[in-house]
């Protein structure tokens, strides 16, 4: 009856996946790999579309084509899968989709997913080179919790990522905090799934090159309580721009923020223990948020930040912005990174920025990349900050 | 200048977005809502895709037919939207996919997603009665947090899902602990996306249904550190069956779980507060693991349990069943729930189960639902479960 009932299961589970992975018939069970890495980093796609007349692959590992991004055609062989193989890659977290017949669509046989606002693409991660520290290794892991704060500012109780880092619950240290902000479109979960910054920490503590942090992810709309589908809203379809992301509201009311994990974690309560970055909107972010609240952050980081003026929003956070910097820097500070890519659309602002902070004789430390305005770039800047924050 | 960024910058994402979203023509940028839900809760699935031959959509607010999911043409209007709206549907969680002239497909216009083994489908939920348990509501929300725990057992360290209530981390109090095991093919991430425990133990919590607890979601195959891409094996294609599942292994170095809960957590440290309840393969656990560990479990519950002989199985896990079941009962307990679908194929056995247990005048709360071997089962009998426990 063991067998009986094992095969039983067996034929269950196994005739569901496959149903609703690859829809084929009876005899036809070719087990389609896809995409598979080969040993000199090159990787074939593959997709099972007999009925097809055209299918291509298009993804970041491709040069993109104007606004567009690259793609190549793939060919179909005699059992009707269609295949493309790459050159050689470099090591990089990539994202991609399949093109069918001018629809696009997901990999059937790849099972991670990343979503960017309204978009879900396939994920890809070649190792060797940068993006080793991308992956999951075998080192001790922090704990990566979902909570709820309550935001006395925002009325609201919201949700935030924390990560605690390998040993936090079994000693009586006080760590330092890292607040990592996203961009406009994203949320508490953008910088843990589309940056790595879990895996990240990970591997930079093990190998010592970064100290042991907690870091804090929070939601940077202030008019959401969380991500979407993890509020009362349900399951919406994302939105790019979200009102009072960039009014002051959620600068104003990042002291509670503060608040919570003081009060709840074992923190350096001053500002040797405290950094603050961001990407675009997040850089914007923690521009303003290290400056309005004075002495407040030893390291600030500024990634590809949408630094602008605010002439026409009117909030005491963008008052007094000249004072305020000027204050920072008496008050003194230990980091202000400014990285950005020659590509980006915001590179002539960072330019204008830092021509304002040589004036002010106010020190930074400034990287310039290759690329734009990237997750790939935010990857990168946050691979070469965190070495560099509470040493 | 401001405006000049803000439009850049929305130009650049709205054009990401809607590229990799629905690969629109020029001038054809008609937003394509799907799945709409109307007020009568029938719902209209849609996809653009002006080039097919033809379209369906398939899930589980269908009938099947047979071994195979319910699916349903859909029609194309004269902009090439091809539509499908269902009758009124009873409330629920529901799965689904497109099929396009023979290539399944998920839903480009809804993000969100459950990850079933190998299988990736686009979730929808239909609120108004059973299914508003699984929504997220404007309650009090408590941590979900993924970390790793030291298995000396399996010479490991593992991934594990931990819930604990609202207000625990502000408290002194000491909570009881329900450890929710899932089936073949699942890990730490089942039961929080596809069970949405976290969700219906929020929501019952609020209402005063359920005591606060804290609930564990292990990891229950041995041979894995950690669910798919959690783990330094990357990303590969998850699989059904993985070795030693079913071996007694897992029962065995159960101890490891246990142990650590009680030392990191603030636990009712004996039977009145321990519950372990699990489905299918984590209803196997659950028996074993509950008659294994004399005197440990007050509450035990075996949703579609995949009750087995296992003769041919070698483990002192499985030695003098009958004599530890007994045991069992002379200890005493105060819950033992089994729970199963008319139409599943695991019936038989628990019948037999059963009669075991009759036969030993072993007392049991039995539960016959509708249906088969689904997570639609899981989950209610997981909100039927969680009322009845720690009272």
Redesign the interface.
Known sequence: ??KK??F???V??????I?????LGFGQRREI?SPEIHADNSVTFRL?????DSVSVTGDFLPPKG???GSEKMTKDADGVWSFTTQPLPSELYTY?F????????D??????R???????N???I?GGQADVY????V??G??????YESPGNEM?R?ITIYTP?GY??SNTSYPVLYLLHG??GDEEAWATLGRATQIIDNLIAEGKAKPMIIVMPNGNVAQE?A?????L??Y??Q??LPHTMDGKYEETFIDIINFIDK?YRTIKNKSGRAIAGL?MGGYHSFHISRYYANTFDYIGLFSA?I?????VKSKVYENIDATLLKQKLNGYKLYWIGIGKED??YK?NVEYRDKLDKMNFKYVYRESEGG?TWRNWRIYLSEFLPMIFK
């Open positions: 009856m063991y009932i094992f039983a299961l067996l269950l589970f196994t005739s569901i996946a149903q609703a992975q690859e829809n790999v099972l579309a007999p009925n097809a606004w567009a991004q989709a093109n069918v017949n001018g629809l696009q669509m997901n059937p046989n790849n099972v991670y997913y979503r960017d606002v309204a978009s879900t693409l994920v890809l991660l190792g992956k999951v290794n075998s001790s892991h704990t990566v919790a979902k909570r709820w109780e949700r390998p619950e079994n406009m479109g969380a979407p589908g993890e509020s009362n349900g399951f379809k994302p790019f721009q709840n675009s949408a602008m003026p605010n002439e026409n659309f915001l602002a305005h």
